[in-house]
């Protein structure tokens, strides 16, 4: 269930089988006098626009009962809930919800019609507000996506570090400082800095540096996990490995963004908090 505001009102948007429903039912705060949903239907104009959109997007839709509705539409007796037009037409456009998120919903199509009933003003900024709606919700998914796809790299990434760099006879600790160590190699490839290093920089910032990476840098970051993986599997020494990966992800970035500003590093002076090759 997700919310937007339009002009003062708060309207309450419910996704049903993956299409977007707006609520009537809030969008009938916004309107000026004491008027109902079964005002709307029983307006020509709405029967016949609720009956085009039935026909392009229902196929079990009942032209025998619309007729008879359509013909009544308009007429100081024709009245009809949003709960008959449903049961009778078999229309799928118009929802009528009890419960928690009870009320009237309507296809996204059709709420925007009805937002016109209200005001021009009042559906110009519906659609403003719902796009603004549907954006940030792809932002996030994209950001959720390639987060989720590097976490899913670093169980590889520390697989690796776990069949290769960490000696049986090392206690709990100190196979913790290998974990950060061999962390900090792709933090250092890819941001140029060190996690405490960037938590020291950022003491109001919430999570840590890998939360804060845009979309982009997770994609490198993924990369960077698997050849990290790689190259702790073909024995190759810390540093020569920071350096490979600061050179893969300078490339990889300019793909990504043209971006040409990320730090060369010199790794002969990286201190990285624990040097995997002075563990014994």
């Excluded at 009809?80 to 919800?97: M, P």
């Excluded at 209200?118 to 998914?141: C, G, M, N, P, V």
């Excluded at 697989?159 to 100190?174: N, T, V």
Aim: proline letters at 3%; one cysteine or more.
């Amino acid at each position: 269930m997700a919310k937007i505001e339009v002009i003062g009102t708060e309207v309450r948007v419910l996704t049903i089988e993956n299409e977007d429903f707006i609520s009537l039912t809030d969008m009938l705060k916004a309107k000026d006098g004491n008027f109902f949903i079964s005002d709307w239907l029983r307006n020509r104009n709405t029967v016949e626009f609720l009956g085009i959109w039935e026909r392009v997007h229902n196929p079990a839709f009942n032209y025998g009962e619309f007729a008879i509705i359509a013909s009544q539409a308009g007429l100081n007796s024709y009245k009809v809930s949003v709960k008959e037009w449903v049961e009778k037409t078999n229309a799928i456009g118009l929802k009528a919800t009890t419960g928690r998120y009870g009320g009237t919903y309507a296809h996204r199509d059709i709420a925007f019609e009805f937002g016109m009933w209200i005001s021009a003003e009042f559906k110009i900024y519906l659609i403003k507000e719902f796009q603004r709606l549907k954006e940030d919700e792809r932002k996030t998914l994209g950001w959720d996506i390639r987060r989720n796809l590097a976490k899913l790299n670093y169980r590889i990434h520390t697989d690796a570090i776990r069949e290769h760099l960490i000696p049986p006879e090392l206690k709990p600790a100190q196979t913790a400082l290998i974990y950060a160590s061999e962390a900090d190699v792709l933090n250092m490839a890819l941001f140029g800095q060190t996690a405490a290093q960037w938590r020291s920089e950022n003491p109001g910032e919430k999570g840590n540096i890998r939360d804060q990476a845009n979309g982009a840098q997770l994609v490198c970051l993924s990369n960077l996990e698997n050849l990290n993986a790689l190259f702790i599997a073909e024995s190759h020494a810390q540093p020569d490995r920071l350096r490979r990966l600061n050179q893969i992800a300078i490339q990889q970035m300019r793909i990504l963004t043209s971006d040409t500003r990320l730090p060369v590093l010199d790794t002969e002076s990286v201190d990285l908090p624990a040097k995997v090759r002075k563990l014994p």
